[in-house]
């Protein structure tokens, strides 16, 4: 619960420096975004017994994908945060990870989620239709941009589940992944180079050590529980960050976003009040067959 609150703190800064950076392309956002997180964690590996080293062979598929599918993730994400109009609006679309990564476990771990956790997905996607408003207007693509965000997440951290239970180590995730995302963006950042005032050279920077420090907490979060008994605490993110909109940026919601708030964070305290209920029962059945067998 500590790491995923420290993620969701996290990315919420995050979000604020991207947007304050101000118009600068979106790879170049990118690029530094991941920058600053290859080099926090190359010198982590660095002093670490095992340095570069991964885990088995199988890994290395699954670092890729979580990898590819993350970066578009982020670039999508960025998109977002840029032209929707609102970073709670950007956050909590793309909070729906949790609910993607859910739908991802069935296929990727054979988790079978239950009917009401089936339930509380559909509940989560209406109340993202309430954030998008669709329309068959360019004014939409922010939005979905957003929405396709929350399902590349999902599939990514479902990837660093997978990762954590073949033994592979956090730190070895995140540099993967930030060095991958780092050489994909270099080719985009030098063509399409925008220079930038010291406001948004700091702010570039303050939003990569924020990723850096988001990505060891959300690993962190992911490699020890299960997506389904932690998802509910990454919410606070929508909280940090409209604070950090409304104080900072002065961006109100709008009240058909908020009514958009309350259904998926709804939805995901409703999931995870459930799976404590269920959890209780498992354990009480368990400890009468254990007291009948005595």
């Given amino acids: ?36 997180a290859t080099f926090l964690v190359f010198f982590v590996l660095l002093f670490d017994k095992q340095k570069f080293r991964i885990h088995s062979k199988e890994c290395i598929l699954w670092l890729f994908l979580r990898a590819a599918v993350g970066f578009l993730g982020v670039v999508l994400n960025f998109y977002a945060i840029d032209y929707i109009g609102s970073i709670s609006d950007a956050s909590i679309l793309n909070k729906l990870s949790p609910f ?43 939005a979905a941009a957003g929405f396709a965000s929350g399902a590349c997440a999902g599939f990514a951290y479902t990837c660093v589940r997978v990762l954590g239970i073949k033994g592979e180590r956090g730190s070895m995730t995140v540099f993967f992944f930030s060095a991958f995302s780092t050489l994909v963006a270099l080719p985009f950042f030098i063509l399409f180079y925008t220079p930038m005032s010291a406001w948004q050279w700091i702010s570039l920077i303050l939003s990569g050590v924020s990723a850096a420090a988001g990505q060891f907490f959300i ?44 259904i998926i964070i709804g939805a995901a305290v409703g999931n995870f009040v459930y799976r404590l209920i269920r959890a209780k029962r498992k354990n009480k059945n368990a400890d009468d067959k254990i007291a009948q067998s005595g």
Avoid: H
Wanted: hydrophobic fraction near 60%; glycine fraction near 4%.
């Fill in 100 to 142: 993607f990564a859910i739908l991802f476990s069935l296929i990727l771990l054979r988790e079978k989620p239950t009917v009401w956790e089936i339930v509380f997905v559909l509940v989560a996607f209406g109340g993202a239709m309430c954030v998008v408003r669709p329309s068959f207007s360019a004014e939409m693509l922010p």
């Fill in 1 to 36: 619960m500590c790491f995923i609150l420290g993620a969701a703190l996290s990315f919420a800064f995050m979000n604020y420096f991207v947007n304050a950076a101000g118009e600068l392309p979106v790879m170049q956002k990118v690029f530094f975004r991941n920058l600053i």
């Fill in 219 to 262: 690993t962190a979060a992911y490699r020890f529980a299960p997506a389904k008994e932690i998802a509910v605490f990454d919410y606070m993110q929508v909280l940090f960050a409209a604070i950090l909109g409304y104080f900072l940026l002065e961006q109100v919601p709008a009240p058909l976003s908020i009514a958009g708030y309350v």
